[in-house]
């Protein structure tokens, strides 16, 4: 589809309205019959002048830069530019007709303030859409500007929050490894080639896009799989996961930290230990997420900071449709994220 560009634009416009003027010129010469002889070119230079009046203003404009002026400065501006351009366009056609009937040129004040009254509202239309375009291209370019800060912002505020989330992470991980390197070397030695290739993931996770539902479900299940090595029999995992749900859209490191703040905060206080269990599932029109464990609520400063977190990416990433809460139901945790299915087809 034929796309024409500003100057293309521009010109069309041009074209079609002064020549529209101009046969709406020689319609009314021909009505009163002056198109005889030479007369007939009298409308016919009206294209020709037209457009080169205001084709003069544009070359004006631009080098008055009167674009990058107030909107104050372009109505006064545009005020000043009918009256000099009716003016114009009066004296260019007022000579060129004494020329072709070969006539003295001679202005009185009646005929010259009807002349300017006629070519005015011409002129008062052409300044006007020209002055609004520039107007509301600048206003475009602004809010494009303003966009492209904020995604700049927001971008620079994920990558933030990502950079917080990852040392947490690792943090927590050293810590189950550092357990088990005085009990069993040979396994803590697995755990560290697990961490590696879990922070591998951890630092490749985009930070401003989404993943599959299916590939951060493999994340959590390595880090739970490196947590068993630490807890054994004290930590119980169930998976209640809906396979039809695998392509759902959900930010980087979301269930991790979930299930980090599970085991943190509830499994690992706990001296016979507990169950995590980990749900996906549609919910009317949405996706329902949910990590539990055994224990209490209790949210520490860094927790907090956690789900913090977590909750901001989702507004960044989902909107405000998508939300994440922390409950105590009877002796268990429940950390449930709801995202509207339309945010992830």
């Not at 005020?79 to 007709?97: D, K």
């Not at 550092?178 to 560290?192: E, H, K, W």
């Not at 991790?256 to 029109?285: D, Y």
Request: glycine letters at 8%.
């Amino acid at each position: 589809m034929f796309r024409p560009s500003h100057t293309q634009l521009y010109w069309i416009c041009q074209l079609t309205g002064w020549s529209g003027i101009c046969v709406q010129q020689l319609l009314d010469f021909y009505a009163h019959g002056y198109l005889k002889g030479l007369l007939i070119l009298f409308p016919l230079l009206i294209l020709p002048i037209g457009i080169g009046v205001t084709h003069l203003y544009r070359a004006v404009f631009h080098w008055l830069r009167l674009g990058e002026k107030s909107v104050n400065t372009l109505l006064w501006s545009g005020i000043v530019a009918v009256f000099a351009l009716s003016f114009m366009m009066f004296l260019t056609h007022h000579n060129l007709g004494h020329t072709l009937t070969h006539t003295e040129v001679s202005f009185e004040l009646l005929h010259t303030l009807v002349n300017l009254t006629t070519w005015a509202p011409i002129m008062f239309g052409w300044v006007g859409v020209y002055h609004l375009n520039k107007i509301l291209t600048r206003l475009h370019g602004t809010g494009m500007k303003q966009l492209e800060l904020s995604n700049e912002l927001k971008e620079s505020q994920l990558e933030n929050l990502k950079a917080q989330i990852n040392p947490h992470f690792l943090f927590n991980a050293l810590n189950s490894i550092r357990a088990l390197i005085y009990a069993d070397p040979d396994r803590a030695g697995n755990a560290l080639s697990q961490l590696s290739g879990l922070l591998r993931s951890a630092l490749n996770a985009p930070a401003t896009g989404l993943v599959p539902l299916s590939e951060e479900l493999a994340f959590v299940r390595d880090y739970l799989a490196l947590e068993q090595m630490r807890f054994e029999e004290r930590l119980q995992l169930e998976w209640d996961l809906d396979p039809a749900l695998d392509q759902v859209k959900i930010p980087p490191l979301l269930l991790l930290t979930l299930a980090e703040n599970a085991v943190k905060h509830g499994i690992s206080r706990m001296v016979e230990g507990g169950r995590i269990r980990i749900v996906a599932r549609a919910h009317g029109e949405g996706v329902v997420l949910e990590i539990t464990n055994t224990g209490a609520l209790e949210i520490s400063d860094q927790a907090g900071i956690g789900l913090d977190n977590a909750r901001r990416r989702l507004v960044h990433l989902l909107g405000p449709a998508a939300r994440l809460s922390l409950v105590q139901q009877g002796s268990e945790v429940v950390a449930r994220v709801e995202l509207p299915q339309s945010l992830n087809k």
